[in-house]
Every structure is written in structure tokens, then in C-alpha cells.
């Protein structure tokens, strides 16, 4: 296959990543939305979401005439070889999956595409999806491919042109093998195989990741009652290539758009087949009781009582490197403090406006200023280099809280601050 022409449904960042990557590769690609006003801007060059190198590559896509923007999926997948789905699936009733938007997209495009067309889904969809979305479409001159996506927000670009796997999944094999060639120039290793197991791979993956985290916050709290340190203690279990290094950092507990909700996806697709998955309900409950040890931690460092606390927040999205705050630990944190009476001041490198209950501030010394504790809950690594004598002169108080184990407690030390973290022992 050289190019291909593709059609991708939905331009949120797995939609627009996709799409402005394939034109990348040298497919022809229509990106299309219901939003017309989000097409007109993307039709311009304008990307709203914070996503490093992906403005340019629309741009190139743009420019190169490989990538365009139009509102009406019906009449652009009319000579599509193949079709994207990349709209949301947000948490429906009950923890399942919301599939709303699949299916509408589906029945709208139904009797438009044309005989031979692949349909292959990316958001993340229950086991099953591919098989329903065939009996939707009602033709068995269409195959459909289940091909998740890795993508993390703020890695997206990279995620996708650097992949550590491609999987592709269908019960029509040759279809499956079409799709894997789309991605060919990445040279990643590529797992084909059929369509439940292949839908069944994301899941299994991000709740992996999550029962990685719960268990590090879990050891962490460990750490904290018996005096010891968790940097050595993932630093030492990191070096097992068996474990391997990455998602052992410790924080406000896990977060974003896709963690939680494919949890209780998953919890629900156990459900429904009558096994009862303890070791993923345990994790979701972990994280909130990780929440709520925050909550004593920072309720502890301004004496006990939060009520009337004048708290400066540093981050709010779930993670830095994003200005998303879809589920974020921090905003959560935030919200329970601001129920409690604190007087809550916050500040983010990627988030404005305003949020209900608190002071949302555009300079990160206007937190410290008259607070009695400041709490770090997003990794900014700018947190890091600032000026944290002149921070302690702000301050009313001398405590911080670092829920991500970011700061040199040296640094907070000799600013005359005392400093906490997670799972780390107390410094003053
Ligand atoms: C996650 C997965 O990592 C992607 O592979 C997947 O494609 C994506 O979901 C998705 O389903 O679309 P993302 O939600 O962007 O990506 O964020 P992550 O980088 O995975 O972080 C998730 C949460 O874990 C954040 O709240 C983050 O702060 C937290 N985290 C991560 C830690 O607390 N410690 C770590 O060591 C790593």
C-alpha cells in the first residue's frame, strides 16, 4: 500500500493526533467534527489543546495538502479506504462505557461508505464493540478493526510516531494486516490478532498502570509508618527489569481522562461476565484513600483545622506538561479543602479562568503570599527554580506539602520551611 485515503471521526487529541500524524506518514487524511466552529479554527492552523508538535504537523499537513478539516462525516468518508473512530466514550451509567457516540457516528455514516471501506475504531471500546458496531452497520461488505490507542496527553505526538507496540485486531485478519501497514514506516512491533483480544489490550494495559500506582502509593504510606524512604525503595525495585523504572513516582493519586474511567470500564466488563476483579476494585479504592491521606497531611501541617486555612495551591492539572483537569487528583484535593473552610489560592503554568471555591492566581509567588502551608500536587518542573527564600518571606506559615516528591528539600530547608512529602520522612 502507498497512501491510503483516511477518514478520522473526531478531532479530540486522539482524533487530531492521528489524523495529523498519518498525513505525517504520507496518507491523505479528512479530519472531521460536529463543532464546526473547532473545524474552522483547525481549518486555519489554530490547535486549542496543549500537545507538543502537534500545531506544527497540522500546519504541515495543511500546507502539504495531505491533511483537511470538514464538519459532515456522511459525505467525507463517500471514497475513504479508511474510516477512524476517535470520539469520546466517556463513563456512562454505572461505570460502563458510554458508546452514544459510536454508535451515532455509525448509523450517520452507514449507507455513505463505500463497499470495501475498513472501519476501525481507536477510542477505547468494551470487549465486543467491533462485533456491534458490524451488526449497526448492517453490510458485511465492511470490516471493522479494533486498533487502541497509547497515547498519554502531553507525549501524544511522540507516543504515536515512537510507538513500544501497534495492535490490530480483527475477525477479518486481512483487514486487521491492512491497518498494520498504514503504520509501516514506524517500524514498531505490531500485535495482530482478534478483534475482543485486541479491545481487551487497552484495558488490560491501563489498569495495569493503575494497580502499579495504587500499589507504589500503598507502599509509600508503608514508608511513611515504618521510616522509610520510597525514592530508594522504587529506585530499588525500578532496577528489576522484570518491574522496570517508569510509573513508580508516588503522588495525590492517579488521575485524567483515561485511568478512571477505564477502570470502572473494566469493572464493569468484569461485572458483566460475573467475575468479580477484587484486585482492581482494591486499586480504585486505594486512590481514594490516597486522596484522602493528602487531605490529613496538609489538614495536619496547618494544625488540624482546615477551616479558615489559608492554603496556595502549586498545580492543578493531573499531570504537568497538560492543562487538562478531567478527573484530576489536584482539583479534587483542591475542592475537598475549599469544602472544609480553607481559603484556597491556586496556581497552574497551563490553567486560567476562574474555579468555583478558590482564587485561581497567574504567578506562582501569589500563593505563597499570607499562606500557612503551600502544597505542591502537579510536577511542574518550573516548581522546582523558584525562589523559595522569597517564598518563605511570603508565607505566614513555614510548612510545604510536595504530594509528587518534586522539591529539593534542601532548597525548602535552608528557605527556614519544613518540608513533607510522600512516603518520604519529614524534614525541618
Ligand atoms: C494514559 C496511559 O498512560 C496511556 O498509555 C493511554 O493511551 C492513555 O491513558 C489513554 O488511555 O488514552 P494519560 O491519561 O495521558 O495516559 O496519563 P499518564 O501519563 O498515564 O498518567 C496517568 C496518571 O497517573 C496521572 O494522574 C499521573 O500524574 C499519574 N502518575 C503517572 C503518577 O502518579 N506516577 C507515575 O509514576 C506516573
Avoid at 478520522?8 to 479528512?30: F, K, P, R, W
Avoid at 514506524?186 to 478483534?195: N, R, S
Wanted: proline residues 4%; contains cysteine; aromatic residues 6%.
Amino acid at each position: 500500500m502507498s497512501s491510503a485515503r483516511i477518514v478520522v471521526v473526531g478531532t479530540g487529541y486522539v482524533g487530531l493526533t492521528t489524523g495529523a500524524c498519518l498525513a505525517s506518514l504520507g496518507h491523505q487524511v479528512t479530519c472531521v467534527d460536529v463543532d464546526k466552529a473547532k473545524i474552522a479554527r483547525l481549518a486555519a492552523g489554530r490547535v486549542d489543546i496543549m500537545e507538543p508538535g502537534l500545531a506544527e504537523l497540522v500546519t504541515r499537513g495543511l500546507t502539504s495538502r495531505r491533511l483537511s478539516f470538514v464538519v459532515g462525516a456522511r459525505d467525507a468518508v463517500a471514497d475513504a479506504d479508511g474510516v477512524f473512530l476517535c470520539v469520546p466514550t466517556p463513563m456512562g451509567a454505572g461505570g460502563a462505557a458510554d458508546l452514544r457516540a459510536v454508535e451515532a457516528v455509525a448509523a450517520e455514516i452507514r449507507d455513505g461508505l463505500p463497499s470495501g471501506c475498513t472501519l476501525i475504531t481507536k477510542s477505547t471500546v468494551p470487549v465486543g464493540t467491533s462485533a456491534r458496531i458490524r451488526d449497526l452497520l448492517r453490510r458485511d461488505d465492511l470490516p471493522v478493526v479494533s486498533n487502541p490507542e497509547f497515547l498519554r496527553e502531553g507525549t501524544a505526538v511522540a507516543d504515536f510516531l515512537g510507538p513500544d507496540r501497534i495492535v490490530v485486531g480483527s475477525d477479518d485478519l486481512d483487514a486487521a494486516r491492512w491497518v498494520a501497514e498504514l503504520y509501516r514506516d514506524l517500524a514498531a512491533p505490531t500485535v495482530v490478532t482478534d478483534a475482543a483480544s485486541a479491545e481487551l489490550v487497552k484495558y488490560a494495559a491501563n489498569c495495569f498502570l493503575a494497580i502499579k500506582l495504587s500499589y507504589v502509593n500503598s507502599i509509600a504510606e508503608l514508608c511513611e509508618r515504618l521510616g522509610a524512604d520510597i525514592d530508594a525503595v522504587t529506585d530499588g525495585m525500578g532496577h528489576d527489569r522484570r518491574i522496570g523504572r517508569s510509573f513508580l513516582r508516588p503522588g495525590p493519586g492517579w488521575g485524567g481522562s483515561c485511568l478512571p474511567k477505564d477502570t470502572s470500564a473494566l469493572l464493569n466488563i468484569a461485572e458483566s461476565v460475573r467475575f468479580d476483579f477484587g484486585l482492581l476494585s482494591a486499586a480504585v479504592d486505594e486512590n481514594l484513600f490516597q486522596r484522602d491521606r493528602i487531605i490529613s497531611k496538609i489538614a495536619g501541617a496547618v494544625g488540624g483545622n482546615l477551616s479558615a486555612a489559608r492554603i496556595g495551591l502549586l498545580g492543578l492539572a493531573f499531570k504537568a506538561g497538560t492543562n487538562d483537569l478531567r478527573d484530576s487528583p489536584a482539583l479534587a484535593v483542591a475542592s475537598v479543602l475549599c469544602a472544609h473552610g480553607a481559603e484556597v489560592t491556586a496556581y497552574d503554568p497551563a490553567v486560567g479562568g476562574e474555579l468555583p471555591g478558590m482564587t485561581v492566581v497567574d504567578d506562582a509567588y501569589r500563593v505563597a503570599k499570607d499562606a500557612d502551608v503551600v502544597v505542591v500536587l502537579t510536577e511542574w518542573q518550573e516548581f522546582r527554580r523558584l525562589d523559595w527564600a522569597h517564598i518563605g518571606e511570603l508565607m505566614a506559615g513555614d510548612a510545604v506539602v510536595d504530594t509528587r516528591n518534586l522539591l529539593d528539600p534542601g532548597a525548602i530547608l535552608d528557605a527556614g520551611l519544613s518540608w513533607q512529602g510522600i512516603g518520604r520522612p519529614r524534614r525541618q
